[in-house]
Antibody
């Protein structure tokens, strides 16, 4: 299974950041929605990992409470993709954004496949 | 809100055992997993459900979790193990990452 992020590398402050993750090596629909979620994690330059949110194919979503008001995650099974939209970005949103497959949505949750990451810079 | 904390850095000599901790209130009652992130690369899952190793992860990597502390142990540490290591837990429908521990092998 391979995941690949795509989207603009530069976004202006106060505008909207949109990223897409394309899954290859298997149909996203082949993974049971009760067992797998599809998520986004980011990493500001030189800093640690921050979970943004995850979504199942059945439409269930979990968002980081600190970003919930600005964040939307969606899945398009016909394109084998899932996407992230982050509104009203600021310089604090500058980071490498990773997409990943999340095994389990319970306390056993872990990310077992990751994309290579894409750097998004927010400019003023 | 729940938090998990890690030491910022750890140094170990080649061939020695590295022990990286992750602390949180009653963390032993939750499952913890661990990721390795080498410079310029994406994180890789090395331990899940406290002690299980994904396919392809060397037996040198082991994990435990009890009380308020989860532990990642790397035995016979090699130069290739030099990386950042992150613990991760789940609480109240939220994924939580520790701040990461930079492991230096020298």
């Amino acid at each position: 299974l391979q995941l690949q992020e795509s989207g603009p590398g530069l976004v202006k402050s106060s505008e909207t950041l949109s990223l897409t993750c394309t899954v290859s090596g298997g149909s996203i629909s082949s993974f049971r929605s009760s067992d797998y979620y599809w998520g986004w994690i980011r990493q500001p330059p030189g800093k640690g990992l921050q979970w943004l949110g995850s979504m199942s194919l059945s439409g269930s979503t979990y968002y980081n409470p600190s970003l919930k008001s600005r964040l939307t995650i969606s899945v398009d099974t016909s394109k084998n993709q899932f996407s992230l939209i982050l509104n009203s970005v600021t310089a604090a949103d500058t980071a490498v954004y990773y997409c990943a497959r999340q095994a389990s949505v319970t306390d056993q949750a872990r990310f077992d496949s990751w994309g290579q990451g894409t750097l998004v810079a927010v400019s003023s | 809100s729940y938090e998990v904390t890690q030491p910022a850095s750890l140094s170990v000599s080649p061939g020695q055992t590295a022990t990286i901790t992750c602390s949180g209130d009653k963390l032993g009652e939750k499952y913890t997993c661990w990721y390795q992130q080498r410079p310029g690369q994406s994180p890789v899952l090395v331990i899940y459900q406290d002690y299980k190793r994904p396919s392809g992860i060397p037996e040198r990597f082991s994990g435990s979790n009890s009380g308020n502390t989860a532990t990642l142990t790397i035995s016979e540490t090699q130069a290739m193990d030099e990386a950042d290591y992150y613990c991760q837990a789940w609480d109240s429908s939220t994924v939580l990452f520790g701040g990461g521990t930079k492991l230096t092998v020298l």
